[in-house]
């Protein structure tokens, strides 16, 4: 069975970003705590505050996590797969490569970064996966409004304040059976509680936190 993971171009490719975002881990410190100032005083911070302050800074999956993510997609087949935040596109390529060895589909993914969409469409191209990728550049809530009307699975990865209203606009078109990951569970406790109090409460979902990068929520849709 095909594992796009392990082949080139996209093998090397990804050891290369996770080098780099490795290289970058001090500098996507400094832009936590640029993040964090406003909020102690209590000014609120908006997407596009967000957005410029880690306008730099590699956002993304570890390798353990976006492997899982990959295995993940893979085990349900998925074809369609919607990503909210997506960076400079490590994620997306896991996701891309699952969907393109089950046979093919689309990765709908969405960032309000102009500039992360540029270099993340040439790491596209560079893998070979730029056809099984649909880039939406702006705010999530409105970018993914409209379709894909099945969804197989859902990555989020953007600005945690909307997790949950990104989730709710989904859910409609998410089928059963499918899966919902969320990152950064631990690092944004309180800000993410209500969305893992939506998963978990024993509803929609059944919903776990997995030790994976920063807490990653693992969710079913029964």
Known sequence: ????????????????????????????????????????????????????????AFISL???????????????????IV???????ISTLYLAAAVRDNGGGW????????GKCRVAAGHF??????????????DGLETLRHGPEAIDMVLLDGWKERYLDVLRLLEPRLRRGGVVLADNIHMFKRTLAPYVAHVQRGGDYVSSTLPLGSGLEYSVRI
């Open 62 to 80: 570890g390798p353990d996590a976006g492997r899982f993510a990959y295995t993940t997609a893979r085990l349900i087949g998925a074809r369609t």
């Open 125 to 138: 191209a560079r893998a070979g996966l730029a056809d099984v990728i649909k880039v939406r550049q702006g």
């Open 107 to 114: 990765v709908v993914t969405t960032e309000l970064d102009a």
């Open 1 to 56: 069975m095909t594992n796009t993971l392990e082949q080139e171009p996209l093998a090397g490719l990804l050891t290369e970003l996770h080098r780099k975002a490795r290289r970058e881990l001090p500098h996507l410190a400094v832009s936590m705590l640029k993040l964090m100032a406003p909020r102690l005083i209590g000014r609120p911070v908006t997407a596009e505050d967000q957005s410029r302050i880690f306008q730099k």
């Open 83 to 89: 990503e909210f935040g997506m960076s400079f596109g």
